[in-house]
């Protein structure tokens, strides 16, 4: 009885299957339960509802687990060395969930020392599916989803954010996944671009498309995903408008709203110096920043600050005069945009701007400077990255080219080949 015993769960929707393994796991032993963090759980699924805490306090209290220790990675060798289990327990699921490389990395790391992993039937009944709909349902709602943001910026060392304009995009967002080795990849949030948004709907990127269509669009995207919005909030517009929105937008769920350092007609930031645009005054864009922090009501919701002095061709000692005095406003984030291919000055700014200030977050858009990779962006500091445009400018020409092949042939068979098949466009959208 007093042999060691070793499991590992997220437990973050606790049910029974979780309390049979606990008890014939205890059966064996002295049980020792890794507790996956939230780090380790965001690195494949949604986050977590509950936080590693309140799920530690629940764990210990489940009768038959003698201790609780932390595991940090889907991968158990670092737990297994230091604790030595004689037994491993899991469920014999594992092989049917795309886990074979974890288990054999477990069955390897006992052997060292004549340990072994005992695989007990996965408990029927458990519909994971079921409750994970229950969760997403409540994940996505406006309380649940503000706060989204700021957790995943304190767990991820880089929050990736793809842009959506209507539902269908967004479920992109929100479905899009690939393994890489036993690694999930997911987006982490949605970018409501004022380009993209525009564009979708036929008009130019000019703060034309207003506050209330945009709205709409939120709303639309909303209804049918769970993941944290990030608004293009454009100018923010009137000072007066701006404390109204960031209201607006707390209250339906939005995590953050970007707004820009210019005033007047607002055009594309890509345009550059190509278009007259007025970058607004240090002083009137703090007091725009000030009056949304103050309007705020959560703690939750982030004004981010969108520098323009690089597009603008201003300087990058005008960028960091900047990007402090937006930060001394208040701003709970500063997003730098450059035009360049070499990402060289955004680079320059990040070093900078981190010196002085480390806790911050930094937001970029790798629009133009397209070869930089993640990683590069997180040794420079920064914490989200926005791919600002990707969807709607991958469905533009697909659509253009099936358009043109039905033209050629005066019939549509050409064109099936690049289409959905009809089955699939019937079972895109499940009608649950
Ligand atoms: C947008 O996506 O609308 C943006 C980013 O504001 S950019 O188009 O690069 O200016
Ligand atoms: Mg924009």
Redesign the pocket.
Known sequence: MNKKVYIAISADILHHGHINLIKKASEYGKLTVGVLTDEAIATYKRLPVLNYDQRKFIIENIEGVDEVVKQETLDYTENLEKIRPDIVVHGDDWLDNNQQQTRNKVITTLSQWNGKLIEIPYTKGVNIDKLNTLVNDSTGMPETRRTQLRRLLELKPIVKTM?AHNGLSALVVENAKIKKDERIERFDAM?L????DSTAKGKP?IELVDMTSRLKTIDEIMEVTTKPIIL?GDTGGEIEHFTFNVRTLERIGVSAVII?DKIGLKK???YGTEVEQTQDSIEHFTQKIRAGKKAQITEDFMIIARIESLILEKGMDDALTRAKAYTEAGADGIMI?SRKSDPTEIFTFCDKFTEYNSQIPIVV?P?AFNKVYEEELVEHGVNIVIY??HLIRSAYPAMMETAELILENNRCHEADKKCLSIKEILSLIPDK
């Not at 671009?193 to 993209?196: I, R």
């Open positions: 842009e970018w671009s004022s380009l993209t990127d293009d820009e594309n930031s890509l945009h858009v629009t600002a445009n």
